[in-house]
Nanobody, 123 residues
Framework: VQLQASGGGLVQAGGSLRLSCAASGRTFSIYRMGWFRQAPGKEREFVSNIYWSGGTTYYADSVKGRFTISRDNAKNTVYLQMNSLKPEDTAVYYC?????????????????WGQGTQVTVSS
């Protein structure tokens, strides 16, 4: 499975961005897709994920109510709509996909990773 992320950029606080992640290859093996982020000097942290079958979603408390994850099964693409952005949302955002179970918060439970896309929120 290959993942191609796009949509990052520079935005002022309170603004919005939409990230996209397109999957290709053995997409039938995808069980869930999600987004993680890593700010300078910090560990990679879970942002949100969605289960491919059924569409169940989970969010980190820090983004709940501001970010929305969605999927387009026909395009094998997952989106992250980010509204009311804050400077503390600044990070490199990574798309991830997993074929198995395990706790969705753990990056180690995702098998495939896209290249990061930079999101910078200015105050």
């Amino acid at each position: 499975v290959q993942l191609q992320a796009s949509g990052g950029g520079l935005v002022q606080a309170g603004g919005s961005l939409r990230l996209s992640c397109a999957a290709s290859g053995r997409t039938f093996s995808i069980y869930r897709m999600g987004w993680f982020r890593q700010a300078p000097g910090k560990e990679r942290e879970f942002v949100s994920n969605i289960y491919w079958s059924g569409g169940t979603t989970y969010y980190a408390d820090s983004v709940k109510g501001r970010f929305t994850i969605s999927r387009d099964n026909a395009k094998n693409t997952v989106y992250l709509q980010m509204n009311s952005l804050k400077p503390e949302d600044t990070a490199v955002y990574y798309c991830a996909a997993g074929g198995g179970g395990g706790y969705y918060l753990l990056a180690t439970n995702y098998d495939y990773w896209g290249q990061g896309t930079q999101v910078t929120v200015s105050s």
